[in-house]
């Protein structure tokens, strides 16, 4: 039986990540601290959790309540960040509502400084990015998502973003 807390974790959780569910290989299993230990955390077996690395660096030492806020964010089906999640072959309109923002901040975060810079031509380059197969509404409440999410910081017709960091 192994001992280490990561392995034992691993074991526990039959191999998957804690919050998405997804196989998790050792280069990219990561013990995370549910009570960050910044915020006096224990590395007690009751505190820890293995999951994705791209997801605990996120995580960083947000508070407990922060992290549940981000995780209800996902609405049911969680994925964590830089993970393509189950429907990779189905069309990007398809995706569920967390795919399509992961989608859309891998491609904010290509763009650089070359980012939108207004609402509008920000929900064109969502409009875009889903080869124009969204309806109008939806890439409007996507940029509603985005801003309730922090990510995007909207300031009449201006935009400037707060990008989640980068996930390789
Ligand atoms: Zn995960």
């Known amino acids: 039986m192994a001992t280490k807390p990561l392995d034992r974790l691993m074991f526990t959780q039959g191999g998957l990540c804690f919050f998405c569910k997804k196989p998790l290989s050792e280069s990219e299993a990561s013990v995370e601290h549910l009570v960050a230990s910044a915020n006096g955390g224990n590395n ?4 820890c959790v293995v999951c994705c690395e791209a997801l605990n ?11 549940i ?4 964010n996902q609405r049911g089906q969680f994925v964590c960040p ?3 999640g189950p429907s990779k072959s189905a069309s990007r309109a398809s995706r569920s509502l967390s795919e399509k923002l ?6 904010l975060h290509k763009r650089g400084a070359a980012r939108p810079r207004t609402v509008k031509t920000l929900a064109s380059t ?4 889903f080869q ?12 509603e998502e985005l801003r ?10 201006k935009v400037t973003y707060a990008l989640p960091p980068k996930v390789a």
């Not at 007690?44 to 505190?47: A, E, F, G, P």
């Not at 992961?102 to 491609?107: F, G, P, Q, S």
């Not at 969502?126 to 990015?129: D, E, G, K, N």
């Open 44 to 47: 007690h077996h009751d505190n």
């Open 132 to 143: 124009k197969h969204l309806p109008g509404a939806e890439v409007s409440s996507l940029v």
């Open 126 to 129: 969502i409009s875009a990015l």
């Open 69 to 72: 806020q981000v995780i209800l």
């Open 148 to 157: 309730a999410r922090g990510v995007v910081i909207i300031d009449g017709a």
């Open 57 to 67: 660096s996120l995580f960083g030492s947000m508070s407990l309540k922060e992290k």
């Open 102 to 107: 992961e989608l859309i901040i891998a491609d």
């Open 82 to 84: 830089g993970s393509s």
